[in-house]
């Protein structure tokens, strides 16, 4: 049985200016605020659109995903807290949703400590929206394609037997894989392979095989920039590699990573 409340909220930073009313309602336990919480909850808006080269599709942004989920979680009396912990030089992300005494979480290895600040920011955004929205249960990228279906360009999608697929599913082989990479076009390569993959893999080896593609191509742009010697070579080997990773990574962490080369240069 749940009982319902009105309570007022401070909008503008809570200086104040202005009260909103809002009902709040409470449970008997974490479950019932969690299964309330996810009946009221909708998708977040997709209002961003990726390229990857083959096909587009739309997505919400960390951002988008919290403005939706946050409000609703707390109408509830549910708490969201996404901490981080290391293990075994690994970042791991834990997200929480707490009820009273209650709770239930997830963990998500995001990546090594040695990597570059740049491609570690890139995968614990991505961390982050991806376990939030797995936890709660809304959905924050557009299905771009079904389960036999392939994106534009690709040609058919490659069938793979239940055994096969089996098989494949071992993480440690996959992420030395794909961390052994010798360079971009081999990431590439084995992009294709991940991508040949979506319907038979469960959506987290997928998604995180992505995840880990592109925290491996800003790795490798971060190598390529920090071994120029001078601003003109720099300024050569950004554009190559804009034309490399068009698409395929996010402009403004490829441009980070360049600033830190050059600020490297300039000292």
């Not at 709040?24 to 996810?38: I, P």
């Not at 009946?39 to 997505?59: H, I, V």
């Not at 924050?140 to 999608?157: F, I, L, M, Y």
Request: aromatic share 8%; hydrophobic share 35%.
């Amino acid at each position: 049985m749940t009982a319902k409340h009105d309570t007022f909220t401070p909008v503008d930073g809570g200086k104040g200016q202005k009260m909103t009313k809002h009902e709040t309602v409470t449970h008997e336990n974490l479950y019932a605020a969690l299964a309330a919480a996810q009946g009221e909850l909708r998708n977040p808006e997709k209002s961003k659109k990726a390229d990857t080269g083959k096909y587009q599709y739309n997505y919400a942004d960390i951002g988008d995903v919290l403005e939706t989920v946050l409000p609703v979680l707390s109408r509830h009396g549910l708490a969201l807290t996404q901490p981080t912990v290391i293990r075994d030089n690994t970042i791991v992300l834990i997200t929480r949703v707490s009820f009273k005494d209650e709770s239930i979480e997830s963990e998500y290895p995001v990546c090594s400590l040695n990597g570059n600040h740049q491609a570690m920011g890139a995968a614990m955004t991505y961390a982050r929206r991806y376990a939030l929205t797995s936890l709660v249960g809304v959905a924050a990228v557009d299905d771009t394609d079904g389960k036999d279906a392939a994106p534009v360009g690709e040609g058919p999608r490659e069938k793979m037997s239940a055994n096969q697929a089996k098989e494949e599913l071992n993480w440690a082989a996959i992420q030395s894989k794909i961390d052994n990479a010798k360079d971009l076009a081999t990431l590439d390569k084995q992009a294709e392979w991940i991508e040949k993959r979506r319907g038979y893999w469960p959506d987290t080896y997928y998604w995180k095989a992505k995840e880990r593609i592109t925290f491996n191509r800003l790795e490798k742009a971060t190598e390529r920039l920090d071994a120029c010697k001078d601003i003109d070579e720099l300024a050569n080997e950004f554009a190559d590699l804009e034309a490399a990773l068009d698409g395929k990574v996010q402009y403004e962490e490829l441009a980070g990573i360049y600033k830190a080369a050059e600020r490297k240069l300039e000292q």
